[in-house]
């Protein structure tokens, strides 16, 4: 084993230790960011070339700072994204969530569809149904100047429509007229707080965290807004909290314009977003 390696093992075990939930991962990760190479090319790194600035990053994931922070770049789905202190991290559990989408938005038979993100955060969702549907107009909406920093960087250069606003009162020119609505709101509820892992709770922005007593109150805003935009017969999908399966659709009723309310799981199974369609006249 060269010495690197050995490196990493001793890394594992003090992530481990702190209670990081993918050590072994972490400790590779950091390794093959600061050396320059991919996990897989770890073994290739000359015990000469060693940095022991692996260390200092070592210690502040041990510290709980979340990878991406330390790294500075986080994958979606195929995208690599910039990310940093003042914007929330996109999660694996997202991915499934735009998966939904574009199979949604594929079965439309729309030949441009328009798309709206809202709460867009480093732009994750945006970007991604702009890469995956090729002819889609998609427009994305970001309420934090600080997280907007990072939005720009990724979105520069895309087809991505990128505006500053309330979620709640953006896009009033496309009323009407959207094939799709989107959004990774912040769902969780205030009373959590001390439950929420310390990667999110101290490092990610308390905006794109809590909404509310019961997590639900910006959803509950966005229903509004999501009928505002949608045609007829357009679809909403909505990310929720794993607890919050069977809340989230009764707050898309028929009364309130909406069809087809359901909940769907994510890879671990577990509910994970909602998606209704808006009603036809």
């Given at each position: 084993?060269?010495?690197?390696?050995?490196?990493?093992?001793?890394?594992?075990q003090r992530?481990?230790?702190?209670?990081?939930?993918s050590?072994?991962?972490d400790?590779?990760?950091?390794?093959a960011?600061?050396?320059?190479?991919?996990?897989?090319?770890?073994?290739?790194?000359?015990?000469?070339?060693?940095?022991?600035?692996?260390w200092?990053?070592?210690?502040?994931?041990?510290a709980r700072?979340?990878?991406?922070?330390?790294?500075?770049?986080?994958?979606f789905?195929?995208?690599?994204?910039?990310?940093?202190?003042?914007?929330?991290?996109?999660?694996?559990?997202?991915?499934?969530?735009?998966?939904?989408?574009?199979?949604?938005?594929?079965a439309?038979?729309?030949?441009?569809p328009?798309?709206?993100?809202?709460?867009?955060?480093?732009g994750?969702?945006?970007?991604?149904?702009?890469?995956?549907?090729?002819?889609?107009?998609?427009?994305?909406?970001?309420?934090?100047?600080?997280?907007?920093k990072?939005?720009r960087k990724?979105?520069?250069?895309?087809?991505?429509?990128?505006?500053?606003?309330d979620?709640?009162t953006?896009?009033p020119?496309?009323?009407?007229?959207v094939?799709?609505?989107?959004?990774?709101?912040?769902?969780?509820?205030?009373?959590?707080?001390?439950?929420?892992a310390?990667?999110?709770?101290?490092?990610?922005?308390?905006l794109?965290l809590?909404?509310?007593?019961?997590?639900?109150?910006l959803?509950?805003?966005?229903?509004?807004?999501a009928?505002?935009?949608?045609?007829?017969?357009?679809?909403?999908?909505?990310?929720?909290?794993?607890?919050?399966g069977?809340?989230?659709p009764?707050?898309f009723?028929?009364?309130?314009?909406w069809a087809?309310a359901?909940d769907?799981?994510?890879?671990?199974n577990?509910?994970r977003?909602?998606?209704?369609?808006?009603?036809l006249?």
């Open positions: 084993m060269n010495l690197l390696l050995a490196e990493v093992a001793q890394a594992t992530l481990a230790d702190a209670g990081v939930p050590p072994r991962t400790a590779e990760e950091l390794a960011h600061l050396h320059g190479v991919k996990r897989s090319e770890l073994h290739t790194v000359p015990d000469a070339d060693f940095d022991a600035r692996y200092e990053v070592v210690a502040r994931r041990e700072e979340p990878l991406q922070h330390i790294t500075g770049r986080a994958y789905r195929y995208l690599e994204l910039q990310v940093g202190p003042g914007v929330f991290v996109p999660r694996p559990e997202t991915e499934s969530v735009v998966g939904w989408a574009i199979d949604a938005v594929r439309m038979d729309v030949v441009e328009c798309i709206v993100d809202l709460c867009t955060g480093s994750a969702i945006a970007l991604a149904l702009a890469q995956e549907v090729p002819r889609s107009r998609v427009h994305a909406v970001e309420l934090s100047e600080d997280a907007l990072w939005t990724n979105t520069e250069g895309s087809r991505v429509d990128l505006r500053q606003g979620a709640l953006a896009f020119d496309l009323d009407g007229q094939d799709l609505v989107v959004s990774n709101p912040p769902y969780i509820p205030l009373t959590e707080w001390e439950y929420v310390p990667e999110a709770r101290d490092h990610d922005p308390q794109a809590f909404s509310g007593e019961d997590g639900l109150d959803i509950r805003g966005l229903e509004r807004t009928h505002r935009l949608l045609r007829p017969g357009g679809v909403v999908v909505v990310e929720h909290a794993d607890t919050q069977g809340q989230v009764w707050i009723t028929e009364e309130r314009g087809d359901a769907h799981p994510d890879l671990n577990r509910p977003f909602a998606t209704a369609r808006k009603a006249p």
